[in-house]
């Protein structure tokens, strides 16, 4: 009997971390995106290290119940790094540079993880931002380093892996990005579905139970806090290096403000859902800034305030409903390989 | 010294008036509203208009920012807030966010991005000594007007029938409504008072802190800081709180001016990190 139920769990959870036909389409889209669209190149680069950054801030969000307003203090510490190392030539191989601002915003994440482990959601919100407001600071009372106000300039990334030099048209820029997606999003699947992810989803939804069945939440909130700093390192040195410049900006509480509203659109606790915020709020911004370049804001501040009053529940409930016609339509196909993970009372 | 002292007081005691209407309102309805600047922004430029513009009598300016401001609030309170107390923590804060940018932009796209000033009436400028402190006229103002507005605050919380069914419905909603206090229509008033109490401190403090548009971003922290290190059960707290953080930002930015800014920041998440419940919370029984 017993046997027979960890059996139906364990297959039950293989079948969720099966790759779905959608998942498949997604990322094929994204391939064919490199050939069908040269001319978009800058703005899918935009989207892909956002998309990252979104993904960063769904870990802790979405998925341990964290809500931080002070996101982009990772992002910027990766940005800074990154450029650092490019400009003074200390690492000047990209993607190894990458890692090294991934860690250095981990760091950073593992240090000031333990002061959103107290206190309320309101205490969280302003430590979070707290944070961010220092860095932002730091940054710009040390203009000797980051350049202060100006922001960091006379940056110059070297070939990536030795041989890839970006271009002006951000063809490079786009696949490499693209790339660093892809794979930091293969690693946080897998994180997700491991049974360290399941852990994360018991703390989310009642950290007192997940405590007395031997999870211990402070470990798993410091671990996922640290991982989702190195993801948004990671992007800020995308940003900075595909750019080749970082500014105070990257500190920014509307940077953070805009971060929540992209992964709010996509929805939160679904790993796409920050891709598909970073495909939708860019094409979003990139609109409305031409129709009024200077108030965009405006615009932005409305869409928040729709979201919320319509209800977030009926937006996801949207997306839903497309992941569940996606899935019927190819349940219908007869390929056994394309048997989308479903608990068994459903469809019946 | 006593002259920063001072500088830092008048400083305080305007925080404590922008910032006592959201940590009455975050208390009573558990509502994070990150709006609240907004309010105080509205308030110093209604005051402007008057002022500058259609040349009524500074006074009778701010007193109007108060009465507009707090109608203001009541209609917002009404119309949108409403909606959002049973909402999750994420959504108000996604909602009043919204807000901010909102209003940010409007003021930008009405009266422009650069920084106004308020016409200040001449008996107000300048500065006079007494026992070798200088004193600035517009913040010996700013105390006494604070000054009266809290004491004014403290009597009718303590002192009239609205006071006890306000603080009745802090401690335990739930109870006070099983009591028969009308919970909804004390919060909308409170809220209302208090989003005026932000217009006053928006236009009194246009002044000081300087009215542009990005003022509620600009401020926000400052609020927020000033709740959740005094917390939300009483106005002494706020009150105690908003007076250390005027005195350490204004004698920060005195001593260390490149340092200043993080004064004020490593207080607040040292604060948070000794007291995460506010310097004089009680344990909360929500």
Known sequence: ?348 | MLTILFDGIAYGMLLFVLACGLSVTLGLMNFVNLAHGAFAMAGGYITLILVNRAGVPFFAGLVIAFAVTAVLGALFERTLYVHLYSKTHLDQVLFTIGLVFMSVAAVDYVMGSQQVFIQIPSVLQGRFELFGIGIGRYRLLIIIVCGILTIGLQLILSGTRFGSRLRASVDDARVARGLGINVNRVFTLTFAFGSGLAGLGGALGAEILGLDPTFPLKYMVYFLIVVTVGGTSSITGPFVASLLIGIADVTGKYYVPKFGAFVIYTIMIVLLLVRPQGLFARAAGK
């Open chain 1, 1 to 348: 009997m017993n046997a027979g139920i960890i059996k139906q769990v364990t297959q039950h959870l293989v079948n969720r971390a099966r790759w779905s036909a959608m998942e498949y389409a997604f990322w094929l889209a994204a391939l064919a995106s490199i050939f069908l669209l040269p001319s978009r190149h800058l703005i899918l680069t935009e989207v892909a290290w956002l998309g990252l950054f979104a993904l960063s801030l769904d870990l802790i969000l979405g998925y341990a119940g964290i809500i931080s307003l002070g996101h982009a203090a990772f992002f910027g510490v990766g940005s800074y790094v990154a450029a650092l190392l490019a400009k003074h030539a200390i690492i000047a191989e990209p993607v190894l540079a990458l890692v090294v601002s991934g860690i250095a915003a981990a760091f950073l994440g593992f240090a000031t993880s333990f002061l959103v482990l107290r206190g309320s959601d309101l205490t969280r919100l302003m430590v979070t931002l707290g944070v961010a407001l220092i860095m932002r600071e730091i940054a710009n009372q040390i203009p000797e380093i980051t350049g202060g106000a100006d922001g960091l300039q006379g940056v110059v990334i070297a070939p990536i892996l030795g041989t890839f030099q970006l271009d002006i048209f951000g063809h490079v820029a786009y696949v490499y990005c693209l790339l660093v997606l892809f794979v930091l999003f293969l690693l946080a699947r897998r994180i997700i579905y491991s049974p360290f992810g399941l852990s994360l989803r018991a703390v989310k939804g009642n950290p007192l139970r997940s405590a007395l069945i031997g999870i211990s939440v402070n470990g798993r909130l410091v671990a996922v806090y640290t991982l989702a700093a190195f993801y948004a390192g990671v992007a800020g040195a995308l940003l900075a290096q595909t750019t080749a410049f970082a500014s105070l900006d990257v500190f920014s509480f509307e940077r953070s403000a805009d971060l929540l509203l992209v992964l709010i659109i996509g929805g939160t606790g679904y790993l796409y859902g920050g891709l598909i915020g970073a495909v939708i709020f860019k094409l979003m911004q990139d609109w409305i800034a031409n129709l009024t370049p200077q108030y965009w804001q405006f615009w932005i501040g409305l869409v928040l305030v729709l979201i919320v009053l319509v209800g977030r529940d009926r937006i996801g409930l949207g997306t839903g409903m497309v992941r569940a016609l996606g899935q019927r339509a190819v349940r219908r196909l007869p390929i056994p390989a394309f048997r989308i993970a479903a608990p068994p009372a459903e469809g019946r």
